[in-house]
């Protein structure tokens, strides 16, 4: 109606929390099991038998120590492997597991695409205040996990929450998080963050469509990634820490 073209669906928005006791998140619980039996049984074949039949599936959409056994699971389902296009990512624990979980993800189903669905900064009980304007601390969070995913197999970056008020909301449980764009509604006033910056800085360089190639790079105070664009360009993209 609105021209807004959905492209993708989730199975459902970090399953494994509704298994956490007091958890005050609104989320439904998945076991690989019934993901798979679900996708493979009713939500794969009535998205292929509709007029949205170009809508992909996308796995998990959870936290990074739950692949590539996750997938796994699900994927010894031929029929669910058949419907699904891809696992979906959360970052929120990335700090403590390594990247080479991506690449065991991706090693375990190449064709299958990985896409990281969620990030924000400020979401812990230990970031006050939530929201923190300027902070390139957090700006930096973001360019080095753009770089990290893109480097093994992730195929996009998605933030959270574009736009959020001065707290850092609204939200109905109160979990306040910061934001690329900060708006000030009793001043009429808006405040483009360091994040937003570095999500504008790889969205206006790296067009969609590019892919991503491999960089020499022997610099650790240096971060890199480099794509050709759809326009035959070469891309890098550098970070001096």
């Avoid at 199975?11 to 439904?28: H, I, K, Q, S, Y």
């Avoid at 959409?61 to 996750?70: A, K």
């Avoid at 990030?119 to 929201?131: Q, S």
């Amino acid at each position: 109606k609105n021209g807004i073209d959905l492209w993708g669906i989730s199975t459902g928005n970090e399953p494994l929390n509704a298994f956490v006791p007091f958890d005050r998140l609104n989320d439904m619980g998945w076991r690989p099991s019934t993901v798979s039996e679900w996708v493979a049984d009713y939500a794969g074949p009535m998205l292929e038998n509709s007029e949205f039949n170009g809508t992909k599936i996308l796995l998990l959409d959870d936290q990074i120590f739950e692949i590539p056994l996750v997938p796994e699971l699900v994927f010894r389902n031929a029929k669910a492997k058949h419907y699904i296009s891809g696992t979906a990512v959360h970052w929120y624990y990335d700090r403590f597991f390594p990247s080479s979980l991506l690449d065991d993800t991706h090693n375990l189903s190449p064709d299958k695409f990985i896409l990281m669905t969620e990030a924000c900064t400020g979401y812990t009980p230990l970031d006050n205040p939530k929201v923190a304007l300027g902070s390139w601390e957090r700006g930096q969070e973001y360019i080095l996990s753009i770089i990290e995913y893109m480097n093994h197999w992730g195929i996009g970056w998605v933030d959270w929450n574009l736009v959020l008020n001065k707290a850092g909301g609204p939200n109905w449980i109160n979990n306040y998080v910061d934001a690329p764009i900060i708006v000030n509604p009793e001043t009429d006033e808006f405040f483009k963050q360091p994040m937003y910056y570095a999500l504008k800085h790889f969205s206006r360089f790296v067009e969609r469509g590019s892919v991503r190639i491999d960089l020499n790079n022997d610099l650790s105070n240096v971060k890199s990634t480099a794509f050709v664009t759809p326009s035959n360009e070469v891309v890098v993209v550098l970070y001096n820490q």
